[in-house]
């Protein structure tokens, strides 16, 4: 019953900034752990950032990581961007539907970024 939509993706030229937003919606009794992650065409899907779990080393210093508890949401602002960063980006949110019921791990659709000039 929960859902992740992503959103903020699009095209920038090198420099540029974004700012990717992650709603989730549903049955949500709490969130357990909230990421980003990013394929690029040709490569392995990669950690990019977690709450309290900090940044890759390719965005740290670039990206921040950030989210609104209250309203269920996960944003990823993104500067000085580059053209490796372009990829998919996806939100990766550990939700639990109940009080003692399981964690369950949910992926967003995915957001195209791309960085070009």
């Known amino acids: 019953q929960v859902q992740l939509v992503e959103s903020g993706g699009g095209l920038v030229q090198p420099g540029g900034s974004l700012k990717l937003s992650c709603a989730a919606s549903g049955t949500i009794f709490s969130i357990d752990a909230m990421h980003w992650y990013r394929q690029a065409p040709g490569k392995e899907r990669e950690w990019v950032a977690g709450i309290s779990s900090g940044y890759a080393d390719s965005v740290r210093g670039r990206f921040t990581i950030s989210r609104d508890t209250a309203k269920n949401m996960l944003y990823l602002q993104m500067n000085s961007l580059k053209i490796e960063d372009t990829a998919v980006y996806y939100c990766?949110?550990?939700?639990?539907?109940?009080?003692?019921?399981?964690?369950?791990?949910?992926w967003g659709q995915g957001t195209q970024v791309t960085v070009s000039s």
């Open positions: 990766y949110v550990v939700i639990r539907d109940r009080i003692q019921g399981p964690s369950k791990n949910y």
